[in-house]
């Protein structure tokens, strides 16, 4: 993840495939999963965006499919969610992986049994995984790291994924790499040189991905990343966006 500094990026180019994600990325960061705020000018930037680049435009979220459909319900492109485990493609039926066996009530059960063990600690069921968030008591991190590793020992067919105050077990065939490669394969992306911008660590799997394949990542934030370019928040990417947009 070290190396060259990183520089801001240069214009989307309009032959570019673009993938998004979308906490801390898209919007800022809010102190639960749902209490995100949609910027008013989001949506029909997507729009934009989406018509700008002949329709290759995906979010690539940790979150569900149906959470990012209910945040952005109108949004035209492709939406890879559950770190890539669920795909939805406009106008076609939406695919997900099969879970391989895993009990996910009992997963849950256990993840809330977790919970309960200390104030302030929230868990978040998934289709095909949990999270235990700990961003209202962060001196907590430690202790959900170690619960969280533990668990994941019960379950093989998962992995645990450190995210922003929070620690999660997703589908251990999952990834935002597979996603973009799975996307990448669609008439509206192929060929196309592939653009990711994402704030997280589950992101650097996308960026290191797109980059690999000729394109760019952009790293939305502090931190250390092995993107090229970096903006400095949510607010600058939707410019540079807009920016694109305008050319
Ligand atoms: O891949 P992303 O779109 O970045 O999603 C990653 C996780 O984002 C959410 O959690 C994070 O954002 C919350 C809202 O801002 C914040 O409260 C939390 O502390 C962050 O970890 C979401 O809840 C997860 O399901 C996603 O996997």
Redesign the pocket.
Known sequence: MEGMPMTTPPRLPADAALFL?????L???????D??VIPDDLPGLLDRIHRRQGGAVA??????VA??RRFLPGFPGGVAGS?GAELALPGREAEAGDAQGLDVAALHARARDLAALHDGLMV?P?AHGV?L?Y?AVPERAEWVAGAMAELAGDYPMLAL?P????F?L?PADAG?DRALARLMELPEFAGRLPVYA???L??EAGMAEAQKRGGFGIKIGEGQSCARHRLADPGALRSWLDSACRS
């Open positions: 994600d979308f906490d801390g990325c919007v800022e960061i809010a102190p639960t999963p209490a995100v979010l690539i979220s940790g979150r569900e959470d990012l770190h978040e998934k999270v968030h961003r994924q995210a922003k105050m929070a999660e997703r935002k994402g704030d997280d589950t992101d």
